[in-house]
């Protein structure tokens, strides 16, 4: 079974994939993971996972190179015969899902971990990709959601019917491990004061630039508060530029253990424009941090309706604001998200409900 990534960074897709393949592993699957990102690639290794470095998925798209990509898998996948092709990311499920076909794979499975376009992308773009992804889904045997939401979208959009291969498996995580010497040292600096926590990557669509203008308006009202900003991406350096001269806000760069930080975290906020089903968002639910999250993909879902984190309408900084505030000075809500939160992760978004469903999968391919 070989699982096809490509070039995309470590993060949070990939902590997806890493427990899926371990899980696989551990029920004496055969199973590897195309990636050239080396961090990946290490982690991987680190877990007893075979890795194979073939340079032919890139984030960008070029139609010669990714030509040549297609060429450069297929030879891949002529030589080793694999029962299973599973990509993830929309640019290795397009250059992954045609390669499958041509080499004759019999099983191609894709997840979604989320599309290339949000609610509010042109009507152009979100056509474009779903005439794209209808094509592939026509010859992809099992096509996975990582949210009840994003299947529903896809069926609206055409691009899956009521007869299809498509299911949902939800994202699920580890309760994450928490370091405590670094967690001590972070309460020694940082401990006495209102924390307000984002983790993920830097980049606008993320909602960073949202938040700390959110922030900036509140802090105020707010004596001794402090934001944090915890990941790295492009925007990162121009985020540091807008935020310089701004008192308690914190970037971290990129940490190893980004959820060291939640155990500062009074709120989590995730406020970004295009999500899937949110790692860090899920880890903020298993250490019952009350959240915040912008309405669209996944956060809907993580948020069950509104019930486990406050929603707000995304793009609206007065909307985030009142949000803050509306925790910031109501401690009943607080403790009432606080339990509701973990609650809502133990039933419905644990590592091992979803490792399961995924090793289902492959048991219904040995009975076949």
Not at 61 to 76: A, I, S
């Amino acid at each position: 079974m070989l699982h096809v990534v490509g070039d995309s960074k470590f993060g949070g897709g990939s902590v997806i994939i890493s427990q899926i393949v371990v899980a696989q592993k551990e029920k004496g699957y055969d199973v590897s993971v195309l990636t050239t990102d080396r961090e990946f690639i290490s982690h991987l290794q680190s877990k007893g996972i075979n890795t194979h470095h073939v340079d032919c998925i890139w984030r960008s798209y070029n139609l010669f190179k990714d030509v040549l990509g297609v060429f450069r898998l297929v030879t891949f996948l002529n030589r080793d015969e694999f029962d299973v092709v599973h990509t993830h990311t929309t640019k290795a499920g397009f250059i992954g899902r045609i390669a499958g076909r041509i080499s004759g794979c019999k099983n191609i499975f894709h997840t979604v971990h989320g599309f290339p376009f949000s609610e509010n992308s042109s009507l152009l773009k979100v056509r474009i990709f779903a005439i794209i992804e209808k094509f592939l889904a026509r010859f992809t045997h099992r096509l996975i959601f990582v949210s009840d939401y994003h299947r529903k979208w896809a069926k609206d959009l055409g691009i899956i019917s009521n007869n299809s291969n498509a299911i949902s498996i939800r994202n699920g995580v580890n309760a994450p491990s928490i370091s405590g010497d670094k967690v001590k040292v972070l309460k020694e600096k940082f401990g006495n004061k209102i924390s307000i926590v984002f983790v993920g990557r830097i980049v606008r669509e993320k909602g960073v630039f949202d938040l700390l203008h959110a922030f900036s308006i509140l802090k105020d009202s707010i004596k001794g508060a402090q934001l944090f900003f915890v990941g790295d991406g492009p925007d990162f350096e121009k985020l540091k530029d807008e935020a310089c001269g701004e008192d308690g806000v914190y970037l971290t760069g990129f940490v190893k253990n980004p959820a060291d930080y939640l155990t500062l975290a009074d709120i989590f906020v995730l406020p970004s424009y295009r999500e899937g089903l949110s790692i860090s968002a899920l880890e903020a639910q298993a250490l019952g941090v009350p959240s915040i999250l912008s309405n669209v993909g996944g956060n809907i879902e993580i948020s069950d309706n509104g019930k486990s984190a406050l929603i707000f309408d995304v793009g609206c900084i007065s909307a985030l604001v009142q949000k803050l505030s509306c925790l910031l000075s109501d401690e009943k809500l607080c403790e009432r998200l606080r339990l509701s939160s973990n609650e809502n992760f133990n039933d419905n978004f644990t590592s091992e409900k979803m490792t399961t469903e995924y090793n289902n999968l492959c048991e219904e391919i040995q009975t076949k």
